[in-house]
């Protein structure tokens, strides 16, 4: 997921997006951690994208708060 799609998105769908994939990481560990995984790389791609999500709302504090 790109920086301009998250923007476009509401605080409430970046944090439920975000909860959605912090689950997908989990369940992907507990997988991975029993048989091999069909695409290992997923779960560092889901990491990043948190990462981004988490930024953008971070800034958007920062912006409400300049603005103060």
Same mark, same amino acid.
């Given at each position: 997921?790109?920086?301009?799609?998250?923007?476009?998105?509401?605080?409430?769908?970046?944090?439920?997006?975000?909860?959605?994939?912090?689950?997908?990481?989990? /369940?992907?560990?507990? !997988?991975?951690? &029993?048989?091999?995984? *069909?695409?290992? @790389?997923?779960?560092? +791609?889901? $990491? /990043?994208?948190?990462? !981004?999500?988490? &930024?953008?709302?971070? *800034?958007?504090? @920062?912006?409400?708060? +300049?603005? $103060?």
């Amino acid at each position: 997921m790109r920086a301009e799609e998250i923007r476009e998105m509401s605080d409430a769908d970046v944090r439920a997006r975000i909860a959605e994939l912090e689950e997908e990481s989990f /369940r992907l560990g507990f !997988r991975g951690a &029993t048989e091999p995984l *069909e695409d290992p @790389l997923r779960r560092r +791609a889901i $990491r /990043r994208d948190i990462a !981004r999500m988490q &930024t953008v709302l971070r *800034e958007r504090q @920062l912006a409400t708060a +300049a603005k $103060r």
